[in-house]
């Protein structure tokens, strides 16, 4: 649908087809003020009218590239200070543009003053941000909460490199961009020439006549020595003010004349001073960036400046340099023509999209692919285009030089795009990333899709064939994966719950646990569950030793899978539980004594390992459990009949999964549980996406409620002051006794250690104290209430145990409706030796029965969790709704009306 025509204080905006026809702007669609993908391209060639048209009615916003392509140049002014500044020293022009930066008291808006862009061969207008001119300075003040916060200018330019959104476009805060003029007839001619001197003569005179004058400006001093003596004037910069100040700097004693190499020696000198200096290479690229905005490169008079066609190579369409003069590149300076540095920036600033995120800078060749620009990969990319255009080799110090200054100018300007591995969100729509040649499925509530279009988000990829996914099948079947797989009914909804939670970036993980004697196939099963949503070349590996090795192997995968663990020790229990549910690993930077680097992470995990695995009550709350019985010698499948048998199933699995994430997505809100687990997120939505499983909802939950009680009795059975208060208030409760107050010393007087477990009682009364915090939600698990209070004679705690009625489950649903692909469920395997399907008349849920029966594959059969149902008179295979509760109640405890039975 076509975005209406929109028009501020009463004066029509330009259409983006008109901006094009008319102004002969170069446009491009934005989401809020960032480009949806690649922009770089429309700097020096303007999208065809049909493209135009195609983003029109899509309804998308625009942005205008600035500079030559566009032939305007524009000030930009978002505080009353800066446009009061405009006003009065600016030439009039008549296109100004209400933008959406609004004060929210004052309702005063930020202006875009249009002037018409200096024509070649005069050198473009290039971008600068708070710009300093007349009263217009950068501060720096004092927060409430005592921190110190930069305040720019207000002021800036966009030129060539730059863009601004067009007018009746939205601003995030919902605010349009609105013209305040008539914009036709369509004359730039009639727009005033914009010169930059009319920032920088204003400013030079500020550095000449500073704050505090030397008093040495005399012809005896020389340049070098005036430059540091007003260099020792300056204040230090503030925390996250010294690439800016280090940057103005430099600027500013380039003015003095100076080399680069004084200017650089000066600055690192300098910089040593500060509280905390910037890494050295840093200062080396701010200090390459200062010389290149200072001195801006040249287009001889003759030399064509680049055009942007497109290509059809084997490696896709890209844009090319169709007609650049190209001069005989050096290494320097080739003779009537342009350096080779300044070739190699005009190429790349037309090939490549540069952008930064999180604290890296990254360049992409295409297909939605993020390589971080300081890499051996992203300078491969820089070399093969450079030669590609030219047929010349470039030299490694002009890669190195461009690397710098665009790391640089990236960290301090941006643009700031989406980055991710695998899996990517931006607002409510998700993507996978398949590695296939630029495919990514793009979920929403409405369903998904296959594209090969640049999407809003880049990937990183390790750039092996090994990553690839299939292309998924419309319209899957989830259960095509019992046809490799040794566990119950139960155990594959909560791998299948599991795996549609794995798709679902920014909201914490839970850890599956595969548990089995030796033989069960715990390994094969991790390889497959990995392979079919996050295929890496090392498919399983062991527990990473150091904490450091850990975070690189996270943030290098999507899912991990850590295979034949022994235990788990406190240590890494803590980093497990960190990966799944979100947190940093931090390390001092090499190179570097005060700077550190920080890998966030948050991260699905799949563990193996023998039983009683996980020990510890923090980590059960977020473990879901598979155990899994020995495989019988006569039914194991070779490795070379069982890879084929999962690469035939993987598009159909694939795509039931996708299906159920988007039955997610859409049915999210409407889900409502009556409780909720420590995993709360995950509970929800994997409830929400069983709307797309062919099974009832809620059988998932309910199994990972079993698994969750299961684990909380292995840790119980290890934890020696749990098993020991337990123990004494049952004693107490069978002589009558309530509930028992008094100090943890007290306590440790009282208690008896378990038999056998004495060297792992605690000494001291402090200690027992520690360990029955940790032990709490065991005992909590079992009816025991801890509770303390704090008098002048001490802490005292107190420990009452009360009787545990039959447990509910997280999700009671009074009118659970089964979905109408049901009918797969029943459905068999037509092939013996892979295995039957299988049997999906729900064992989790409550049939209106007064004779409760489970049916199950006899290959899949199991100890299913015991619980209850309300009993009512009809056929035990009916579908019809009831509510159902998981538990391990006995008979005197039903209420009234529930018998006990098999869910």
């Excluded at 390790?462 to 009914?489: D, H, I, Y």
């Excluded at 409830?687 to 909802?697: D, I, S, Y």
């Excluded at 208060?725 to 009282?750: I, K, P, Y």
């Amino acid at each position: 649908m076509v975005r209406p025509h929109l028009s501020g204080g009463g004066v029509p905006a330009p259409t983006p087809e008109q901006l094009l026809t008319a102004f002969g702007f170069s446009v491009f669609p934005v989401s809020g003020k960032r480009p949806k993908g690649e922009w770089s391209a429309y700097q020096t060639a303007r999208a065809p009218i049909e493209t135009l048209q195609r983003w029109q009615e899509s309804g998308s916003d625009y942005a205008i590239a600035t500079g030559p392509i566009s032939g305007v140049v524009v000030v930009d002014t978002d505080t009353q200070e800066a446009e009061e500044w405009a006003e009065a020293n600016l030439p009039p022009t008549p296109w100004v543009v209400l933008t959406g930066v609004k004060d929210p008291v004052t309702g005063w808006r930020g202006r875009h003053r249009y002037y018409r862009s200096p024509s070649p061969p005069d050198s473009p207008t290039r971008n600068r941000t708070n710009i300093e001119v007349g009263p217009l300075r950068r501060k720096v003040v004092t927060t409430d909460d005592g921190k110190q916060k930069s305040i720019g200018t207000g002021l800036d330019l966009r030129g060539q490199g730059g863009y601004v959104v067009a007018p009746g476009s939205s601003h995030p805060s919902g605010v349009r961009y609105e013209v305040t003029n008539e914009w036709f007839p369509a004359d730039k001619v009639a727009l005033p020439v914009f010169n930059l001197a009319w920032f920088d003569a204003p400013a030079q005179e500020a550095i000449k006549a500073p704050a505090v004058p030397f008093k040495d400006n005399t012809p005896t001093s020389s340049a070098f020595e005036r430059a540091a003596k007003w260099l020792s004037k300056k204040d230090v910069p503030y925390e996250g003010e010294r690439n800016h100040v280090c940057y103005s700097a430099a600027c500013s004693l380039f003015d003095f004349g100076l080399s680069l190499s004084d200017v650089e020696g000066l600055i690192h000198k300098w910089n040593r001073s500060f509280p905390s200096p910037l890494p050295e290479d840093e200062v080396r690229r701010t200090v390459a960036s200062a010389e290149t905005s200072r001195q801006p490169p040249q287009h001889p008079k003759g030399a064509k400046v680049g055009t942007v066609t497109n290509r059809q190579s084997s490696e896709g369409t890209r844009p090319e340099l169709s007609s650049i003069n190209l001069p005989t590149p050096a290494d320097e300076e080739s003779e009537g023509g342009k350096s080779q540095f300044d070739i190699l920036m005009e190429v790349c600033e037309v090939q490549f999209p540069f952008f930064f995120n999180d604290g890296t800078a990254y360049l992409s060749p295409g297909e939605s692919l993020a390589i971080p620009l300081e890499s051996k990969k992203a300078e491969q990319y820089i070399r093969h285009r450079f030669y590609k255009e030219t047929g010349k080799a470039v030299s490694t110090e002009n890669v190195s030089k461009l690397i710098a200054i665009k790391t640089a100018e990236l960290s301090i300007e941006g643009p700031v795009l989406p980055v991710f591995r695998r899996v990517g969100r931006v607002d409510d729509t998700y993507f996978l990333d398949l590695c296939q040649n630029g495919k990514v499925v793009r979920m929403t509530a409405s369903g998904w899709e296959v594209t090969q279009e640049q999407t809003e988000v880049y990937f990183i990829r390790n750039g092996s064939e090994e990553e690839a996914l299939p292309v998924p099948e419309p319209g899957g079947n989830v259960l095509k994966l019992s046809e490799v797989v040794n566990v119950s009914e139960s155990s594959l909804k909560l791998l299948l719950a599991y795996l549609v939670a794995a798709l679902r970036p920014g909201f914490p993980f839970v850890v599956l646990v595969l548990e089995g004697e030796a033989g069960s196939g715990k390994s094969s099963l991790a390889r497959v569950l990995k392979y079919l949503i996050d295929p890496t070349k090392e498919l399983i590996r062991a527990m990473p030793g150091q904490e450091r090795d850990f975070a690189v192997y996270a943030h290098n995968s999507h899912l991990l899978a850590l295979d034949n663990l022994d235990r788990i020790t406190p240590g890494q229990s803590d980093m497990l539980c960190r990966a799944a549910t979100g947190g940093g690993f931090a390390s001092r930077t090499h190179y570097s004594m005060t700077d550190e680097t920080v890998i966030s992470i948050q991260r699905p995990v799949i563990l193996t390992g023998i039983q009683g695995l996980v020990d510890r009550a923090d980590m059960a709350d977020r473990v879901a459990l598979v155990q899994l019985e020995r495989v019988a010698d006569q039914e194991r499948i070779p490795e070379a009949e069982l890879w084929p048998i999962v690469e035939r199933i993987r598009p159909q699995v694939l795509g039931g999964l996708l299906d159920a994430f988007c039955a997610g997505l859409k049915s999210l809100d409407s889900v409502k549980l009556d409780r909720l687990p420590r995993m709360a997120d995950f509970a929800k939505f994997t409830t929400a996406a069983e709307t797309g499983f062919p099974w009832t909802q809620g059988e998932a939950l309910a199994a990972f409620q079993q698994t969750r009680e299961n684990l909380f009795e292995q840790a119980l059975e290890k934890d020696v002051v749990a098993l020991a208060v337990l123990e004494f208030l049952e004693d107490r409760r069978a002589f009558g006794q309530g509930e028992w107050e008094g100090t943890s010393s007290d306590l440790l007087a009282v208690l008896t250690p378990p038999t056998g477990l004495e060297d792992r009682w605690p000494r001291k009364g402090s200690k027992l104290g520690k360990r029955l915090a940790k032990a709490a939600p065991l005992l909590r698990e079992k009816g025991v209430v801890i509770s303390s209070r704090r008098t002048g004679k001490g802490r005292f705690i107190t420990l009452a145990l009360k009787s545990v009625s039959a447990k509910a489950s997280f999700l009671s649903l009074t009118s659970q409706t089964p979905i109408s692909s049901r009918s797969e469920c029943d459905k068999t395997s037509d092939s013996s030796k892979n295995g039957p399907s299988p049997n999906c008349h729900s064992p989790g849920r409550v049939t209106k029965t007064s004779h409760p029966k489970t049916e199950t594959s006899p290959e899949l059969s199991h100890s299913e969790p015991r619980g209850y149902g309300k009993s009512d008179e009809s056929d035990g295979n009916d579908n019809s709704a009831g509510t159902f509760f998981i538990g391990h109640p006995s008979e005197d405890e039903l209420p009234e009306g529930w018998e006990s039975g098999i869910i």
